[in-house]
Nanobody, 120 residues
């Protein structure tokens, strides 16, 4: 298992930017894709972005052009740069490790989540 810890969440206004970080530890980081998911109150956890070991990326349509996922293999870190935030981006954001996929079932390690709240 990979242990994952998210940080960087907070309360911001619409239009602001925020960068989430995820620190990975435990089994070898090498070879795993890393993903970001989010869950708003009363809703299912949904895919946000993923980055492969070779740094290929995929994004949900709702964040494409506003969010950027990146990773630092040396530091075992994954980042989610969020720009032009909207109130509908409000959710708990989770970091996950697994296969390069947009499906929750393909990730087997999850962080505890970090709250992002965007006020209008």
């Amino acid at each position: 298992q990979v242990q994952l810890v998210e940080s960087g969440g907070g309360l911001v206004q619409a239009g602001d930017s925020l960068r989430l970080s995820c620190t990975a530890s435990g089994r070898a980081f090498r070879g795993y894709a890393m993903g970001w998911f989010r869950q708003a109150p009363g809703k299912e956890r949904e895919f946000v972005a993923t980055i492969s070991w070779s740094t290929g990326t995929r994004y949900a349509d709702s964040v494409k052009g506003r969010f950027t996922i990146s990773r630092d293999i040396v530091k075992n870190m994954v980042y989610l740069q969020m720009n032009s935030l909207k109130p509908e981006d409000t959710a708990v954001y989770y970091c996950a490790a697994g296969a390069w996929s947009s499906q929750r079932k393909d990730y087997d390690s999850w962080g505890q989540g970090t709250q992002v709240t965007v006020s209008s």
